[in-house]
């Protein structure tokens, strides 16, 4: 049995699932993963596209270590510090809404929770369109908008009241539009947790025409998405939309728990003081990691190097398809790249035979049938090339096949 697995399973919900039951480290450096034993693992997971400038990158951990001696908590609401107001100013410069301004929760659900309370209450409109195939989060109202896996929502009925799900079909949300009441529609650029598809083109654009047209705010969430993944700041940026409000956390803060709930000053000034808080929110240090993180990613030209080096392994990935019709599709942008083989169970044997091989690769999609390759944005060619032929090792060795 290994080291910490007895204990986990004594001690610990078993509610949690997992990718791999045996996997046990004790450190990270960069895009390697350490395991108990000192084995190194070259991580193309980053803890679910979260460690988006490598595990422990110095400038970071530096400037958690700096905070954690200055201030670890207050709570914006007692007293103003800088790290919060810092990051709200770094954020406006990067996202595409003009006059940005952020609230700070602690991760991706919650950042959900205040875009879908902001929606309702900045435009006193009770309904939210998500679309299917969507994930934002385990809250029960980010659970309500959740779809990408069915046992997600099972056993919580009832969800929250006047949620609708639609396809990415306008006619369907037009007719939501005109028939409900709706304060927000919620969209994910490239479903995450529901297999790396990309949201159409003209579909995202005609959604933000029917939200212009019925008064109702979109709200894209970038919590996967954000911060260089896709090649670029945000994926907003790929379908030449500015929305209304965006939600993030993930790669915000380098895994620091962090989320923001980012909209204009003008909407927020519908928002008003006391109509939701947070103690945590916007913590000193993890507003720290995250100034940091956004100032290594400038620095280090890593949304540039997420653009080049995805493009390169998605072409390298397209390959491999060519090569093995086990291989079904090859989806995404940037460094969030998708290869879909439409059978869980390859997937998992391939899953297993990379991580004998220290390359540790997770799923994704409605069951399971996906491979996700999200590294760290500073991953270099070499180690691309090192976890691309593992993978065709994996795919093109049998008997899994
Ligand atoms: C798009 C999206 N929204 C929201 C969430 C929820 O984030 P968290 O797990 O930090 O609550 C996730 C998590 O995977 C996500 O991918």
């Given at each position: 049995m290994p080291k910490l697995l007895e204990k986990f399973k004594k001690y610990t919900s078993p509610v949690l699932g997992r990718y791999f039951p045996d996997l046990e480290i004790k450190g990270g450096k960069g895009s390697y993963l350490i395991g108990m034993d000192g084995k190194k693992y070259l991580d193309f997971s980053t803890g679910i596209a979260t460690t988006v400038v490598g595990h422990c990158h110095p400038k970071v951990a530096a400037a958690v270590s700096k905070q954690a001696k200055q201030l670890m908590h207050i709570c914006i609401g007692v007293a103003l510090y800088e790290p919060y107001i810092k990051l709200a100013e770094e954020i406006s410069k990067i996202v595409?809404?003009?006059n940005a301004q952020s609230f700070f929760c602690q991760s991706g659900s919650e950042a959900v929770e205040s875009a879908i309370k902001l929606a309702k209450y900045s435009t006193k409109k009770p309904g939210i369109i998500a679309f299917k195939g969507g994930f934002h989060g385990r809250t029960l109202g980010a659970l309500s908008a959740t779809?990408?896996?069915m046992k997600y929502r099972?056993?919580?009925?009832?969800?929250?009241?006047?949620f609708y799900i639609s396809e990415f079909d306008l006619a369907q949300v037009e007719q939501l539009m005109q028939s409900h009441s709706i304060a927000g529609a919620i969209l994910e650029p490239m479903l995450g947790e529901g297999g790396y598809i990309e949201a159409p083109l003209e579909f995202v654009k005609g959604l933000r025409a029917l939200c212009d047209k019925y008064g109702v705010l979109l709200i894209l969430d970038?919590?996967?998405?954000?911060?260089?993944?896709?090649?670029?700041?945000?994926?907003?940026e790929h379908f030449g939309i500015i929305p209304d409000i965006m939600t993030m956390a993930k790669g915000i803060a380098s895994g620091l728990p962090l989320g923001a709930c980012v909209a204009s000053a003008e909407l927020m000034?519908?928002?008003?003081?006391?109509a939701h808080g947070s103690t945590?929110?916007?913590n000193p240090v993890s507003c720290a990691a995250a100034i940091a993180t956004i100032s290594v990613i400038k620095s280090e030209k890593l949304v540039a190097n997420a653009k080049k080096l995805g493009d390169y392994l998605k072409k390298k990935l397209l390959e491999l398809k060519e090569k093995f019709p086990a291989i079904k599709e090859v989806r995404g942008r940037g460094l969030m790249l998708g290869v879909d083989f439409g059978d869980s169970n390859i997937v998992k044997n391939i899953l297993n035979y990379c991580l004998e091989k220290q390359l540790v690769l997770i799923s994704t999609g409605a069951d399971g049938t996906v491979i996700r390759f999200v590294p760290?944005?500073?991953?270099n060619k070499k180690q691309i090339d090192t976890a691309l032929s593992i993978f065709e090792q994996a795919v093109s060795s049998p008997p899994s096949l």
């Open positions: 595409p809404i003009k779809t990408s896996k099972d056993g919580y009925d009832p969800l929250l009241q006047e970038e919590v996967q998405t954000g911060f260089g993944h896709t090649g670029a700041w945000f994926a907003a000034a519908k928002w008003s003081p006391g945590f929110g916007g760290a944005l500073n991953i």
